[in-house]
């Protein structure tokens, strides 16, 4: 099947620092990305829909100055949280789409 | 929204017991797909289901899907130790859009 990777699979950071995370397609083109943030002992909720060469397109109530989406090739997608604090302290997931959606394994942020 | 709610939200059984997890949506779907995740980890696609489909099977898994009541069903069978898992249901919106809504998930334990 299709394998996404994301890196880092941990990261811990001050706050007020920013942090990117990566989400790659590792063998095939992903037209669509997705980036969903889960928090502990809760469901995903999608944060944003990046498109390739395009602006991501974010959910209500996320900022897109805080989360900041770049899709540079159909195999890399980024997201920036920028001026981290720790409530934005969470695990972040990405998926890659064709024709179905892959996840990546996510990412653990913790933010001092 | 049309987040879906899974019941139970936690659900412990033994060994070789039988587990069913419930899942319920708000609007009309594509499909339903349900994922398991383990603690920490990303998501693993499970199975999916059109919204033209009353029941799937795959292994030791079957689904069943009543779009009259908006509802799904994923059952486990002859559980064991290492499905021990949060087991979480998404929907897909009718029109085309690939983006999925989770539900809150049910967190299955099986005791050996």
């Known amino acids: 099947g299709a394998v996404v990777s994301q890196h880092p699979s941990r990261v811990i950071c001050k706050s007020g620092t920013s942090v990117k995370i990566e989400c790659r397609s590792l063998d095939f083109q992903a037209t669509t990305m997705f980036w969903y943030r889960q928090f502990p002992k809760k469901s995903l909720m999608l944060m944003a829909t990046s498109n390739e060469g395009s602006k991501a397109t974010y959910e209500q109530g996320v900022e897109k100055d805080k989360f900041l989406i770049n899709h540079a090739s159909l195999t890399l997608s980024t997201l920036t949280v920028t001026s981290a604090h720790p409530e934005d302290s969470s695990f972040y997931i990405c998926?890659?789409?064709?024709?179905?959606?892959?996840f990546g394994p996510g990412t653990r942020l913790t933010v001092l | 929204s049309q987040q879906g709610e899974e019941d139970p939200q936690a659900l412990s059984i033994q060994e070789g017991e039988n587990a069913t997890m419930n899942c319920s949506y708000k609007?009309?779907?594509?499909?339903l797909q349900w994922y398991r995740q383990n603690s920490g980890r990303g998501l693993v696609h499970l199975i999916l289901i059109r919204s033209n489909e009353r029941e799937k099977h795959s292994g030791r898994l079957r689904v069943t899907l009543d779009t009259s009541k908006k509802s799904s069903s994923l059952l486990i069978t002859a559980s064991r130790a290492a499905d021990t898992a949060s087991y979480f249901c998404a929907t897909d919106a009718q029109g085309g859009s690939e983006k999925l809504v989770f539900g809150k998930g049910t967190k299955l334990t099986v005791n050996p």
């Open positions: 998926s890659a789409t064709v024709r179905e959606q892959f």
């Open positions: 609007t009309s779907i594509n499909n």
